[in-house]
């Protein structure tokens, strides 16, 4: 069985979008599934288009979100070089052989005769074709004029591993420019070239690319040469599931997520959901998972639809799965220099290896404490901790005292039911258990339930009160952890601080 060898071919026109890396990342486990090659191809033919330094952008979120290529521009390979700016001899070889076939020919006209075409056959109601107007004795090509391709129209039917069978007439096929007059080839030449040399055996792409497959096949034929195998990504959609997801719907460079708070592992995995499944309820996947589960026949061909907070709930359960300290690594991220912010290693004890400036989650007083209390106050907040983000929100009480905000109990629906002075005398009876209570966490819980029976209260008002006067947090871990944490005198400290400041 031939190996299989799959590509990612992105063009440095601008930052990584979940679509791009959707498909980078199935063009990976395909290669990986069957235990075949993943070849990184930089297209940058376009010089128009082209955004300074957006091709190590590109390698590096590629890199960073663990796709790893066999081959590629960097790190060379077998067919290299691996950029296309790079390989224009390639191009005008294959470019000479359809001259020599009689399937290219020079194209001699100006724009301005071209835009005549396109008004006459808008004048005539029809769709503009190039081949209509095609030359009858064109010039020999010497590289100054475009170099087009002379097609032989006519109807196709085709396949395609997730569209399924496919079909066009001729009139889709026309005679497209190969390379043009500044002697770059067009991606609809160059990629064929690339991937025969490249031994490419499954086009994984966009959807855009359908409408010019029968070009493609009608230059194959020309080329006398077998087409890979066709893999077609439906579009992901927006939220709603209405349009395709366009920069207003969220639509943002892939490495933000990370700089805000989302996991490596739940960007792979929630990139992999979007159109994929195994066909069972299992959400949560590992790369290893995938590489073993995925297969292009289980992408669904309908458009995926983009949902953040699906993205935020697989976080907070890859959160859940870390061990402490590797959550704790994770807390602490670092950013290099370059334009992007992009974080180049994710480990606080890489980081200061190298001496890199740290960047991390955590508020201005976590960041100022030991890494042994960073560790015990994540060990409580880990089960509601749903991004790297919320750390300060979730954890910079236990560094520093909060200011009493009795806003927050008279908003509170249980809470607001009592008087100013019923609260105060809960908290009261709570200095009183507190203070002769062994300070563990079986024995907090047990005075906290003794404590219950003593006021006749319910939990939620009880547990409700002392928890903003040791926080004055919308939300916080369980009550006999949090005192754990933040030791007897403190904790007694900060119910009496928010008894005196009762008014
Ligand atoms: N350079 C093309 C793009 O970025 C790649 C399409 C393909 O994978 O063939 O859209």
Redesign the pocket.
Known sequence: MTKVRT?????P?GFAHIG?LR?ALFAYLTAKHFGGDFILRL?DTDKNREVDGADEYILSAVKTLGFIYDEGPDIGGKFAPYRQSERLDHYKKWALVLVDKGRAFADPYTPEQIQKFRDEAAANKKAFRYRDFRPTNPPAWDGTMPLRFKSEPRDYAWRDEVMGDLSAGADAIDDFVLIKSDGFPT?NFA?IIDDLEMEITH????Q??ISSTPNYLNLYEALEIEHPIFATMPHILNETGNKKLGKRDGAKDAMEYLRDGILVEALDNFIASCGWNDGTEQEIFSMDELIEKFTLDRVGRSGARFDPNRLVWMNGQWIKRLSVGELFERTNCVSDANRSGLPTSCSVSEARQNGEEERSFWGENGANTTDNKKKQVLAVVQDRLKTLADLPALTEYFFARPEPNWAMVDDNKQLKKLTRGEQVELLCAAVEKLEHTEWDFDKLQMSLNELLEITESKPPILFGIIRFALTWAPFSPGLPETMVTLGKDETLARISTAVESAK
Not at 7 to 11: D, I, V, Y
Not at 203 to 206: A, D, E, M
């Open positions: 590509r990612f071919a992105p063009s026109t791009n498909t297209e991606y990629h086009i994984i792409r966009g855009e690319f």
